[in-house]
């Protein structure tokens, strides 16, 4: 995993052929273009690109979906799945973009309250 400087702006980077296994929280955005099994909890934007894989949970402010997420995704604000995107699972998030050619096969639920208590009887 690299810290790396775009702009200015400090993010994470999973590059190609790594894989990580495991819990992972970051304070900045983090670009996946390798593997991850388990649950990435991230303040900023979350990055799957084209050779990245998901196999877990991401809790993020922002997602942009060019690989492979099979999990449960919670994005505060925006999620976009892009045209070679794929998606198998769960999806919360306030804003949803799903481009020509992209693959999503799961529920969705936007700006969804939180179900109330059920009743004891």
């Known amino acids: 995993?690299?810290?790396?400087?775009?702009?200015?702006?400090m993010f994470n980077a999973l590059t190609a052929g790594s894989k990580i296994v495991g819990t992972i929280t970051a304070d900045s955005d983090f670009?996946?273009?390798?593997?991850i099994e388990g649950d990435l909890t991230c303040s900023g934007k979350v990055?799957?690109?084209?050779?990245?894989k998901v196999?877990?949970?991401i809790v993020c402010q922002q997602a942009e979906i060019l690989g492979l997420l099979d999990g449960k995704v919670t994005c505060?604000?925006?999620l976009s799945l892009r045209?070679?995107?794929?998606?198998?699972?769960?999806?919360?998030?306030?804003t949803l973009i799903v481009e020509p050619g992209a693959i999503f096969n799961g529920?969705?639920?936007?700006?969804?309250?939180k179900p109330a208590a059920t009743p004891v009887k």
């Open 76 to 78: 505060h604000q925006q």
């Open 83 to 94: 045209a070679n995107g794929k998606i198998q699972g769960d999806v919360h998030t306030k």
């Open 47 to 52: 990055v799957i690109g084209e050779a990245g």
């Open 1 to 9: 995993m690299a810290n790396e400087k775009q702009g200015g702006l």
């Open 107 to 113: 529920t969705c639920a936007m700006n969804e309250a």
């Open 55 to 57: 196999k877990g949970t």
């Open 31 to 35: 670009r996946i273009d390798g593997l």
